[in-house]
């Protein structure tokens, strides 16, 4: 994997650098976008980047407010979408499947939302609800009903009380009810801590001010929900609104995961995105 700068202000890395339009045979690999979630970055695409960097092109950005790319761009859902937006314009000659992990899944519908989705081959969310706050209109956002009250709360403490926060944000990704791998933890943790309160507290402002419960019955591509049976974060009932609302989804639940599908269990996670990248998942849930 290259790392390499984007005119928008992402720094990304880039299995293929050289696979552009004008290079015929590297231009028709199929392309896949990850995108990691709040607080992480780009490395915990690990599994996925080893296990698929022969089969597809693989773009892994580290997104507004993380990782290398920091301050460069706004630390906003918006800006990190127009942001992906200039990165796929300037890089990437054909469609793209989007893999977004958490937030990075918010960062791929608001780029559906506001750059629209031809660009656009198939859409995979990891364990992600289409709005994280709860209010009297909606009740599957995070768990533990975290609303616009709490929320006031859970920013001021991302601001003062980090490496504290942190070690909480790391455990609840990983499975409810079972002991997860104690060197993936401890990785998870360090990373998490070493992250940038400053940078961290606009982008959970801007996520928990989003609602994709309008766009999701209206998306132009197909939708693929990864659901962990076990998550953390996220309920039953995010699947079953997906369900009912999101025309043609799949749903794929994966009972060892919590909320981070593709650590816990990659090599479902890794076969899924195979089957999508050469479109022969859009009909069928992982077995």
């Given amino acids: 994997m290259r790392e390499a700068l984007s005119a928008s202000g992402l720094v990304y890395r880039d299995s293929d650098p050289d696979g552009r339009a004008g290079d015929g045979n590297r231009a028709a690999r199929p392309v896949l976008v990850l995108l990691h979630g709040w607080s992480c970055h780009g490395g915990f695409f690990a599994p996925q980047v080893t296990a698929l960097a022969g089969v597809a092109r693989l773009i892994v950005p580290d997104l507004p407010g993380h990782g290398r790319t920091g301050t460069a761009v706004t630390p906003s859902i918006e800006a990190a979408a127009d942001a992906l ?13 989007l893999a977004g992990w958490s937030m990075g899944a918010h960062v791929a519908y608001a780029l559906a939302e506001r750059h629209g989705t ?11 609800t289409p709005k994280v706050l709860n209010d009297a209109t909606w009740s599957d956002g995070v768990r533990d009903g975290l609303d616009g009250a709490r929320n006031a709360d859970v920013l001021a403490a991302i601001a003062g009380r980090w490496p504290q926060m942190a070690e909480r944000v790391a455990q609840r990704i990983f499975a409810r009810g079972t002991v997860p791998d104690a060197a993936l933890v401890q990785w998870a943790r360090r990373e998490i801590r070493a992250a940038d309160p400053r940078l961290l507290q606009p982008m959970w402002a801007s996520l928990t001010r989003q ?11 197909p939708l693929h929900l990864v659901q962990g049976a076990r998550s953390a974060l996220y309920g039953e009932g995010v699947a079953d609104w997906h369900r009912q609302h999101v025309p043609g989804v799949t749903v794929h639940r994966l009972e060892r995961s919590g909320h981070a599908p593709h650590l816990e269990e990659p090599g479902r996670v890794n076969r899924l995105l195979q089957e999508v990248l050469c479109g022969q998942a859009e009909s069928s849930a992982l077995p």
């Fill in 118 to 128: 031809a660009g656009v081959r198939a859409l995979v969310s990891l364990d992600m």
């Fill in 85 to 97: 937006a200039g990165l796929l314009r300037e890089q990437v000659p054909g469609p793209v499947v």
């Fill in 211 to 221: 609602d994709f419960r309008t766009l999701l019955p209206a998306l132009a591509c």
